[in-house]
């Protein structure tokens, strides 16, 4: 197939950018939408041109580094996928596509296409773990029983990319998924209740810190969400943080 | 369910009295305080609808509940302030948080396809809000005020007026529904409370941290209540038109 695609371009973090149009021809619906932007790059290359810069590692839906907002939803209009899972039969013939980065204050854009998304880390930073010992003496992880119900939702929850997403999505550029879901994988379990107040109160002022916006429970994030994270999980951190505000 | 809403609502009056500072300036703290607030307020439409739908099926119990409302001192002085508090207090907290979440995103999308993941409900809270407001503005305008001014200016607390026989209240709410352009924005506003409340009855829920598990069944409740509520006053608003 045929597409013009329009694309972000902005040479630094400086720069005020634009949107460029491009045409790629002979696309097949088997690639998927980063082997569409390599034959794109690859023109440009051949041409003398900068390729446009845009952030993978692994390809198969797993590091969370792609992160493109493809005619108005992020990682395209496909559900439940990353941007390298996203195949371009989801596309027409003689398509129009528009590819910009997340867009939020906290996700600054670094070049083209990549944004910055220390935020995120500095979240997990201010406790998103547990402080376990793991010189030697570490316990055998069968020893602490746990319901087949937390294991599951715990596991649920951890299955989160920190793709961003979420915060890409929202009308508020607000980080709660994200920060619900890593909240939420330590609260349902045993191991992380230890540090359990002292988490949710920490992470969530670094999120404020970081500038994202406020939840307004309009459900986007769960929609576009390519692991399938639930807004329950932001309810738990609503919750966590009462209890831990007492 | 209800209890253990509750005791939620307990747990954060009582932070509001002593860790009122750190909790409240935190994103999660003012969203509980946004559903606190609208909770009250949803609890308030309730109770006001009750007694508007007696102005149709009985004017005499309509205006003896009214003259009750209207001069028994514990719904003057305490149930009033705290509703004025809840009213003034919602709009401008939801200004306050419009405002925060826009300086969120610096550059818009040159492509923004909202609809394809949230209702519309749900992206134009502010607006069905202003709405409401302009409306809050209109009632006062027509209600409110006059009774103050009859009240606390005219020192008249007999809920009697010249020309009327007996009390007076139905024979006002009846005289403002005459005209209708003031029907039609009436039913307008509640066409817009509908859809503020479409969105806010679950979204209150879920800023308690309480949909988990009964999604479904407060989903039915909120629908329910953003129907039956506005379409409650707006048939009585036509009712009157019609009736006068
Ligand atoms: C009787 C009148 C009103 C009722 C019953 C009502 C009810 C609600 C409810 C239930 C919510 C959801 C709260 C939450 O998500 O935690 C809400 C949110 C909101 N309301 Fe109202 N509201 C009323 C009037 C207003 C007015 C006058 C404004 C003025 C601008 C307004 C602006 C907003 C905004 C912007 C939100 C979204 C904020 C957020 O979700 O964080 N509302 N309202
Ligand atoms: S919650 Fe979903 S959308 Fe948000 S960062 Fe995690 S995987 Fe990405
Ligand atoms: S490149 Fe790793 S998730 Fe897409």
């Known amino acids: ?246 | 369910m209800l209890d253990d809403l509750f005791r939620r609502i307990f747990v954060v009056t009582i932070l509001t009295s002593y860790t009122m500072s750190g909790f409240f300036k935190s994103s999660i703290g003012r969203k509980v305080a946004m559903a606190l607030s609208a909770f009250f307020l949803m609890f308030f439409l309730l109770q006001h609808l009750s007694i508007n739908i007696l102005s149709v099926l009985s004017p005499e119990t309509f205006n003896e509940v009214s003259h009750f409302m209207g001069t028994n001192p514990l719904v003057q002085f305490v149930l009033q302030p705290i509703l004025i508090f809840a009213v003034v207090f919602h709009f401008v907290m939801g200004f306050v948080l419009e405002l925060r979440n826009s300086r969120a995103r610096k550059v818009a999308y040159a492509k923004n396809n909202g609809a394809a993941n949230s209702s519309w409900m749900s992206r134009n809270m502010i607006w069905s809000g202003m709405t409401i407001l302009a409306f809050i503005g209109l009632h006062f305008v027509d209600f409110w005020f006059p009774e103050m001014n009859t009240k606390f200016i005219q020192q008249d607390w007999s809920g009697t007026m010249e020309g009327v026989e007996g009390l007076r209240y139905h024979h006002e709410l009846v005289e403002k529904f005459v005209n209708p352009v003031r029907v039609g924005a009436y039913a307008f506003a509640f066409v817009l409370l509908g859809l503020h409340l479409a969105h806010g009855f679950t979204s209150a829920f879920q800023s308690m941290g309480g949909t988990a598990g009964r999604k479904k069944i407060l989903q039915t409740i909120g629908k329910a209540y953003s129907i039956l509520i506005p379409l409650g006053f707006i048939t009585i608003a036509v009712y009157h038109y019609f009736n006068h």
């Open chain 1, 1 to 246: 197939m045929d597409l013009t695609l329009k694309i972000w371009r902005q040479v630094d973090a400086k720069d005020k950018g634009k949107m460029v149009d491009y045409k790629v021809t002979e696309i097949s619906g088997s690639m998927s939408f980063l082997e569409m932007m390599d034959v794109l790059n690859e023109q440009l290359v051949n041409a003398g041109d900068e390729p446009v810069a845009f952030d993978h590692d692994c390809r198969e839906g797993i590091c969370g580094m792609c992160s493109m907002y493809i005619n108005g939803e992020a990682h395209g209009p496909d559900r439940g996928v990353t941007t390298c899972q996203l195949h371009m039969r989801m596309f027409k013939d003689g398509d129009t596509i528009t590819i910009e980065p997340w867009r939020a204050a906290a996700f600054p854009v670094i070049k083209d296409l990549v944004v910055n998304r220390s935020a995120f880390d500095r979240i997990q930073h201010a406790g998103g773990y547990i402080s376990v010992n793991t010189s030697g003496n570490t316990q055998d992880a069968n020893a602490t029983l746990i319901s087949k119900k937390a294991a599951d939702t715990a596991m649920d929850a951890a299955t989160c990319i920190g793709c961003g997403a979420c915060v890409a999505t929202c009308k508020n550029s607000s980080a709660m998924l994200f920060v619900g879901a890593k909240v939420s994988q330590y609260a349902l379990l045993p191991q992380g209740q230890v540090e359990a107040a002292d988490r949710v109160r920490n992470m969530v002022a670094q999120m404020d810190l970081e500038g994202f916006g406020n939840c307004t429970n309009t459900g986007a994030c769960e929609v576009e969400c390519p692991k399938g994270i639930s807004l329950d999980n932001i309810a738990r951190m609503n919750r966590e943080l009462m209890k831990a505000s007492i």
